[in-house]
């Protein structure tokens, strides 16, 4: 079904959505790409929603459970994000619950006896619960109720052996279309190139789904990439100091965790350790420290992150090189959830290619599907991946252009990131400021705007702004004047008609 033709109650009232978004969460409006979701489920369609990290997913499957007093029942990989989730549901009244292995038997009879009341909106389970035979039982009983509004497919990524995460439960998730036949199914993700778009489309069987993709470029975020010093505690509590709210930093062992985490102690920053080998309790509190402290330092390995929901973390620190650009974007996307500006800097040095390689060794043999073909795959992507990685770190493009071209996305350089700025560092604009002055001289003098105009040629308004920008700074350099009235109207002076005679190099950086 499309959309054009659905009879949809809900199509046509535009603000009935938007009701239920400012009843349920208390927000005024979609963020983008959200709305076209919610509504293709509401009308039964499926869809693959690709959205940044951030961008709020879960949104587009929470919404039409509450819109239709039904339930959407959510496969999602990791039981402490599922659980994270569920809380920050319930902490807004909304009824939800997580079926795990962990559940005792009075919890799970409530959460039974909510799902048969149809008191349940959110049901989130682990892939692995699908093939337990009380799960079937369950959902088929929904079913016949009636009330399953849609199905929902986080980290969608994972089914793909082309995805950076890929885990061989989500390959059985194409039973879901099977056992749920009249259902949407909605799968989302954080990046997802081509190649693994097309493998969620087949392996969830999605029928003529929406794909919605958006961007994966956050344009609050600053990209750097820089060698690692023989000691880079320096660097590190530099941009600590910078950074604004939390501070996230991310080490690859364990190990590294507990001493980076004792070093910051040592040089008076409180920092706090995360990583899987610490037990419950502690975890539990690093997790509290991180969301309620105003400017905390964590220390983690990339088990941390997932599902932690802080809108303002200022600054996102790899200690080492990350093993792929998708695992990159999706842990320097926990920064500046917010809009507001943040920075994500990764530290590496040449040597990361040796023990990463080893250990994405390790990896694809601890697999352990037993295929030998099949591990032997993904032993040789997560190398291809490494070595883009490697190269966005050494090349000398644009950051955030080359991470997003390494999973599929062409965009023009940020203007941003370190690369872009060295590169207007060493851009020397003396070509461009002649110009700028010879027009004012043929001219006689003229407003900055119309001036920008005429330079950029009709080009965009970024190129309008870049030379307006330049003529601001050669105001600055005092090769023109500028009208005192707020007009901006800009004069040629006496040392710029020199310049002209006789240009010199230009080195600014923009
Ligand atoms: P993702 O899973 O895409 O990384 P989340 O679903 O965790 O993102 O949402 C990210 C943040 O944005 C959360 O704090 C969420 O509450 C918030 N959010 C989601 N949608 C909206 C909206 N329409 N308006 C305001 N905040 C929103
Ligand atoms: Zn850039």
Redesign the pocket.
Known sequence: MSLADSASPVRGTPSLLEDA?RQHFG?C???PG?RPVVEALLAGQDCLAV?P???????CFQLPALVRQGLVLVISPLVALMQDQVMQLQRRGIAAACLHRGLGVSERRSLHGALRDGRLRLLYLAPERLQVEATRQLLEEVLDSGRLVALAVDEAHCISAWGHDFRPDYRRLGQLRALCPGVPLVALS?TAAPRVRADIIRLLQLRRPLVQVRSARRTNLTYAMRRRPADPLPLVLEAVARARGAVLIYARTRRSVEQWASRLLVAGLEAIAYHAGLDAESRVLALEHFQQQPRPVLVATVAFGMGV?R?DVGLVLHLDLPPSAEGYLQESGRAG?DGLPAECLVLFDPADRTTLGWAIRGAAAGHGSGDAGAAQQRLELAQRQLRRMEAVAEGETCREQALLLAVGELVPPCGRCDRCLEEDRRRDWSGRATRVLACLQQRGGQDLRSLAADLADGASGQEQERWAWLARRLVQEELLSESDDGAQRLYLRTRGRHYLRQPWPLHWAA
């Open positions: 978004l927000w409006a979609f963020r959200q959205l990290t951030g961008g709020g997913k879960s949104l954080a929901d809108p959830r």
